[in-house]
């Protein structure tokens, strides 16, 4: 199979093809609370001898040997904005192994470091990692491109309080030591290093499955293992599109709030928000979505961050596949509406900031730009779409067929976007042309022939979205969060009135709904119509949680005006130290264009 550009360079990261790669790591960490910092050793096994390059970002390193422990020579560059510094050194021939000594930063942009009021049992400090998508050079150097695989043990040296969770196939041990903990892990699967995930806290389990276990804060273990409940029929619907589920267990960890995503699909140890703990299952697309990139993204991974379409419009594709299979047709419609709503809004906001080229699937991302600056819903919607209008064109019998054949044949691999079109061509022959892929791929916005999105839940919907029946209505009572969210999305803003925002929360409280998207969304209602009573209720929000599908949308939205963005940059000098770095750095960036453009104005 050609895969040609695995042999041309990522640029977001500064190995390069040809070089000795990393096969096996054993990594070796003891945490320090007080000083916010790992003290790590990472030995590391290469495929062959040579000069190599390996990813950095704000590492202290103290001392690199061989397999040996003889000093070798090697050198650090100064550092890129995006890229963080390059390591290169070179592996010895006879035993390729090279061990490194090195600290952590308290900045780490890939580590959140919380005091114990910062977690919800307000008892002990926490830390995670976050790798995707260049994060894991800033707590591990390693040659940080998806492209490059690796399995790994890890020794985690914690409080004796404490668990040290990692991302892997098998614990091996925990023995207590001195009033420490030493857990030891072992990933024999290989993967990419933005995949390498650590958690340290206090941290309680409940079995769901003999294949899944939620982890969580003693306080939420029992609520998360009640709203996950229908992770079983989950994997038996992923499995039967996809094959088997090839990583064991597909266990669950909640993290605390300032989180920044809704999920993340860590092999073996999918970390999620909070606030999918609703009490009423009603956010539980985010497990199907983690739970279908143990295959598309996991197991077939994208070759670099231009591909990223490959994860998530696969993986969003197959969500809505799930949701359809448990929950119904109609369901995954309202789903797949409310996706559009989003991708809409993300269209707008590309072509305020002049990037509208990024509304195309295969739009390059040149290493000056980082990926976390352009993450849209363009990969996840548009890239669903792509892959459904596929499916009409060939019919669900012959596309389910292909999926199997493609995970068959790209398994633990990671490919480029030329790769995926020569298989369907080769695979299903004419359906590049009957969809008009490169409309697509290299088309902005979103083509013509995308297909319909059509459910009775959302003509009702619609119905109230365009007339002003909706504070007398009864038939609104019964709606379901996603019918909420896409009523709140679908109003007019146009001569959005304050009074309409006051009047709809106190008619259906939804400034208090247990869901935490319609709550965002009627905050973003609220803005948008200039009702200052819910101020408040924004600022409160806004210090709750750190999903930053909410922080971004609201943080712009506040913007938009001077008064607003004062208002902003007051709210976010105050609740900005309970932010994960990587939500600090976006409500930054958010910020400084939103003055750039004001102070033009
Ligand atoms: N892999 C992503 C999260 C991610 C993307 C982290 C890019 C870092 C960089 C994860 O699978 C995801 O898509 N999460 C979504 C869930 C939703 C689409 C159901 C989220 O967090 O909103
Ligand atoms: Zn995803």
Redo the contacts with the bound molecule.
């Keep these: 199979m050609r895969n040609e550009r695995l042999f041309e360079k990522d640029p977001h990261s500064y190995y390069r093809p040809g070089q000795p790669r990393m096969k096996h790591l054993r990594w070796e960490v003891e945490v320090d609370f007080a000083g916010r910092r790992l003290s790590c050793l990472a030995v590391i096994d290469f495929d062959g001898g040579g000069e190599t390059n390996l990813d950095l970002r704000n590492l202290e390193i103290t001392g690199i040997t061989d397999g040996d422990d003889q000093p070798l020579t090697y050198q650090v560059s100064l550092s890129h904005p995006v890229l963080g510094e390059c390591l290169t050194l070179t592996v010895p021939d006879g035993k390729p192994q090279v061990k490194i000594h090195y600290w952590t930063s308290p900045q780490a942009s890939g580590l959140q470091w919380l005091t114990p009021e910062q977690t919800q049992g307000k008892r002990h400090s926490y830390l995670f990692s976050?790798g995707?998508?260049l994060h894991a050079r800033s707590y591990l150097p390693c040659q940080d491109t998806p492209g490059v695989r690796f399995t790994f043990n890890a020794c985690l040296t914690v409080p004796e309080a404490l668990r040290g969770l990692m991302a892997a196939n098998e614990h091996v041990s925990r023995e207590i030591k001195d009033g420490l903990a030493v857990e030891m892990w072992r990933m024999t699967k290989p993967i990419p290093s933005?995949l390498f995930t650590l958690v340290i806290g206090d941290i309680a389990s409940r079995d769901i499955t003999n294949r899944c276990r939620v982890y969580a804060e003693p306080e939420l273990v029992d609520a998360a293992a009640a709203e996950f409940a229908d992770v079983g029929e989950m994997m038996v619907a992923a499995e039967k599109l996809f094959g088997m589920y090839d990583w064991g267990r597909f266990d669950l960890n909640m993290m605390p709030s300032s989180f920044?995503?809704?999920?993340?699909?860590n092999p073996c140890f999918t970390c999620l928000?909070p606030t999918l703990v609703v009490g009423d299952r009603s956010m539980v697309?985010?497990i199907?979505?983690?739970l279908a990139?143990s295959w598309t993204?996991n197991l077939v991974t994208n070759a670099t961050w231009t591909d990223?379409w490959l994860?998530?419009g696969w993986?969003?594709y197959v969500?809505w596949r799930i949701c359809e299979e448990l929950y119904g047709r109609d369901a995954m419609m309202l789903q797949a509406a409310l996706?559009q709503r989003e991708l809409d809004r993300d269209f707008r906001d590309l072509a305020a900031r002049g990037m509208h080229q990024y509304t195309a699937l295969g739009s390059y991302v040149p290493g000056t730009l980082d990926?976390?600056d352009i993450?849209t819903r363009v990969p996840?919607c548009k890239g669903a779409q792509f892959l459904m209008k596929v499916e009409e064109a060939v019919s669900r019998e012959r596309f389910d067929a292909f999926i199997r054949k493609y995970i068959e044949t790209f398994r633990f691999t990671s490919i480029t976007t030329a790769t995926f079109l020569d298989f369907v061509a080769a695979e299903l022959p004419g359906a590049l042309e009957a969809v008009k892929s490169w409309r697509w791929i290299g088309g902005l916005g979103l083509p013509e022939n995308a297909p319909k999105i059509e459910s009775p839940l959302i003509v009702e919907v619609e119905r109230y979205a365009e007339t002003d029946g909706i504070l007398a209505s009864d038939e609104a009572r019964g709606w379901s969060s996603n019918q909420w969210l896409l009523y709140l999305e679908l109003v007019p803003r146009d001569g959005l009135k304050s009074e309409f925002a006051e009047e709809l929360d106190r008619a259906f409280a939804l400034s208090t709904k247990a869901n935490a998207d319609v709550r965002f969304a009627f905050l973003l209602l609220a803005i948008e119509a200039g009702y200052a009573g819910a101020n408040d209720a924004v600022a409160n929000f806004l210090s709750k949680v750190g999903?930053?599908?909410y922080l971004q949308p609201l943080y712009r939205e506040m913007s938009k005006t001077m008064a607003g963005l004062a208002w902003a940059q007051n709210v976010f000098a105050r609740v900005r130290s309970g932010y994960h770095p990587?939500a600090t750095a976006q409500v930054e960036r958010i910020l400084g264009e939103a003055e750039k453009r004001l102070a033009k104005i």
């Design positions: 976050q995707e998508p933005y920044p995503y809704g999920g993340m699909e928000t697309n985010v199907a979505h983690e990139h993204g990223f994860n998530e993986t969003n969500e996706l990926p976390d993450f996840y999903r930053l599908k990587i």
